[in-house]
């Protein structure tokens, strides 16, 4: 597993797309990807976005194609948002070749200028999207490096419910060896049924394993 990281300076005719952001605002960073769905064209995010000097985030004028824009934290021009966008129509093939067997990740940053995008897989698929990327623009630099996970982005992958669960499993020594504890004292101690506790479990282990071990 190694990180790609590229800058990438973007073709016009997609920069045009973008004009309601970018005369506006000085950047636009990815914080976190929750969803993405090349077949109903769905891409929805958390991101940071600074406001160029004399606007705010009502300035932006919302296009039909951006679902949603909620603002859930503002720091001075810096504003954090959970969007949610629909891919253009003519854009759907395009679309589809990034359907890649990739983690998108971070730093991913957007300007006027240029944009970076990082992402994390394995040899071939980076291979892929880097000739994927091409149709976006010109790749100016590229960088490779050892993929490494901290907690935050490992755990990243499960909602909220299956790691909250996950973390008492562990503390409580349900992955002890030999255990501390079985499922269904896990249960009695954290208040939830034995097959919900189970249930949530099995799916974080999925989700953790194929997250870790995407493009094996």
């Known amino acids: ?52 000097e004399g606007f705010t985030i009502d300035d932006i004028d919302i296009p039909e194609y951006m679902e949603m824009l909620t603002v859930l934290k503002k720091e001075g021009n810096r504003y954090i948002v959970v969007s949610k966008v629909k891919f253009y129509k003519n854009l759907t093939n395009l679309a589809k070749k990034f359907d890649i067997d990739i983690i998108w990740d971070t730093p991913t940053i957007f300007t006027k200028d240029k944009m970076i995008l990082s992402v994390t897989g394995n040899e071939d698929n980076l291979k892929k999207f880097l000739k994927v990327i091409k149709n976006l623009g010109e790749v100016k630099s590229v960088s490779f490096k050892k993929a490494t996970f901290n907690e935050q982005a490992i755990l990243s992958c ?40 189970v249930q949530h479990l099995r799916k974080a ?3 953790l394993v194929s997250n870790i071990l995407v493009g094996y």
């Open 158 to 197: 499960l909602t909220e419910k299956q790691k909250e669960i996950l973390i008492a499993a562990k503390k409580n020594g349900y992955y002890s060896y030999p255990r501390k504890i079985n499922s269904k004292e896990l249960s009695e101690k954290i208040g939830l049924s034995k097959p919900t506790v």
């Open 1 to 52: 597993m190694r990180k790609l990281t590229i800058e990438l300076k973007v073709k016009q005719e997609f920069l045009k797309m973008l004009k309601f952001l970018l005369d506006k605002t000085e950047t636009i960073e990815l914080i976190e990807l929750l969803k993405l769905d090349f077949k109903k064209r769905i891409k929805m995010g958390i991101a940071a976005i600074t406001m160029k």
């Open 205 to 207: 282990e999925v989700r």
